[in-house]
């Protein structure tokens, strides 16, 4: 499967895609649309895509919050895709972004199904669950120190 990884901005053609993918895997399942949430802030932030075939298969939010540190949001891979490796190639690339950026901490709240997920990239949970958009979240974090392979 040939994969394409790349950041784009806000202004990029592809962020009416990211928007919809992310709606039809985050928001769709749980009776909610993305479509009513205020997206403005969103420009400030870097967006990491998976493309297939000329398709957004995955996306990952990268919000800047101290100089530092970042914040990864809103992470989606497509149901067709899910279960192939391409959230953890994702993850690395989005990783390796950050670290040629000069961040050294990642911060995440994941959904309580997907923890396990991000404990296998190395992440690890800092805090209590808390409840988020309706559903278990819990704050994991990482801190990068080298460039790892991307595949």
Known sequence: MNI?????NHASPLCKDVVELRN????CPLGMSLYDEDLTDEKHQFIVIAMIKQVVAACILIKPLH????????????????????????????ENF??????????????????TFYKNNGY??????????????FMMIKKIEKIENIQ
Do not use: W
């Not at 394409?4 to 784009?8: A, P």
């Not at 949001?73 to 190639?89: C, E, H, L, N, Y």
């Not at 040629?100 to 709240?109: A, D, G, M, P």
């Not at 690890?124 to 979240?137: L, N, R």
């Open 4 to 8: 394409e990884m790349r950041v784009i």
């Open 24 to 27: 039809k895997i985050l928001r």
């Open 67 to 94: 100089e530092h540190q970042v914040q990864f949001r809103q992470m989606a891979v497509d149901s067709d895709f899910q279960r192939k490796g391409i959230g953890s190639m994702l993850i690395r690339y989005a």
């Open 98 to 115: 950050c670290l040629l950026n000069k961040y050294e901490q990642i911060e995440l709240h994941a959904r309580k199904t997907a923890v």
């Open 124 to 137: 690890e949970v800092a805090g209590e669950e808390f409840i988020e958009v309706g559903i278990p979240h």
